[in-house]
C-alpha cells in the first residue's frame, strides 16, 4: 500500500502527525510504501527570518492567542514524545525544503531528510529557507552537503514541486497534514495511532476485497 503524506516541515500537527504514523506503521504488518508530499501553509516570500511566535500573534488574532495556540500544541506534542521550542523557532518559506525531499528521495533518504527538517525547525531554530542551512542538514544526515547546495542553487525539481503544490489544491486539500491511502483514501489530521491502524486495516481489506 501507498501511503502519501501531504505535509509541511513547519507545521506542529504534521510533526506529530508523522510521529504517530511512524509509530503505527511500527506495528503494521502490512508492505508499505510512504512518499512525501508537499504542502505549504504560507507560500509567502520571507524576506528575513523572524520569531514565529510573533508572525503566528499577527496571523491568529495577537500575542495572547499566539501564547495559548503554541502551549496547546506543545503539550500535545510532548505526550507523542516530541518537543517543541518555539522559543527558537523562526519563520520560513518551505519551497526549498520541499525541493530537498524531493532530491532525499532519489537516494532513498526523505523520511531522514524529513525528519532532520522538522527537528531543525522545531528544536533548534534553524531557517529552514535558508538554502546554506538546508544544504548543511543534508550534510547532517549523511548525504553530499556540496551536492544538495548546488542542487538547491539550480532550477532543478522548482517545476516539479510547484505541480505537486498545484495538485495538492487540486485534490482539495486545505489542511494538513493529510494521509492519503491507495491512492483514494482521505485521513485528515494528527489522528492518533490506532485511528491510523485503523485505517490501514480497513484499506488493505477494501483493496483486497476490490481484486
Request: with cysteine.
Amino acid at each position: 500500500m501507498e501511503i502519501e503524506i501531504y505535509a509541511d516541515v513547519i507545521c506542529p500537527w504534521c510533526y506529530i502527525g508523522k510521529r504517530r504514523l511512524d509509530e503505527a506503521l511500527a506495528s503494521y504488518e502490512g508492505e508499505v510504501t510512504v512518499r512525501y508530499r508537499p504542502f505549504q501553509l504560507d507560500p509567502s516570500p520571507v524576506p528575513e527570518p523572524r520569531p514565529l511566535v510573533e508572525a503566528l500573534g499577527a496571523k491568529f488574532g495577537g500575542a495572547e492567542r499566539a501564547r495559548q495556540m503554541v502551549a496547546h500544541v506543545t503539550q500535545v506534542a510532548a505526550g507523542d514524545g516530541l518537543r517543541l521550542d518555539y522559543d527558537r523557532a523562526v519563520i520560513a518559506n518551505t519551497f526549498d525544503a520541499h525541493r530537498l525531499v524531493s532530491w532525499a528521495t532519489d537516494q532513498g533518504r526523505a523520511a531522514d531528510m524529513v525528519e532532520a527538517l522538522y527537528q531543525a525547525h522545531f528544536n533548534h531554530g534553524v531557517d529552514v529557507g535558508s538554502r546554506e542551512a538546508l544544504a548543511r542538514l543534508a550534510g547532517e544526515i549523511g548525504l553530499d552537503a556540496d551536492e544538495a547546495r548546488r542542487f538547491l542553487d539550480s532550477d532543478e525539481r522548482v517545476a516539479d514541486v510547484a505541480a505537486d503544490l498545484a495538485a495538492a489544491r487540486d485534490l482539495g486539500i486545505t489542511s494538513v497534514p493529510t494521509f492519503v491511502l491507495a491512492g483514494k483514501y482521505a485521513v485528515s489530521g494528527a489522528q492518533e495511532t490506532q485511528t491510523l491502524l485503523a485505517a490501514l486495516a480497513e484499506v488493505e481489506q477494501r483493496e483486497a476485497a476490490a481484486r
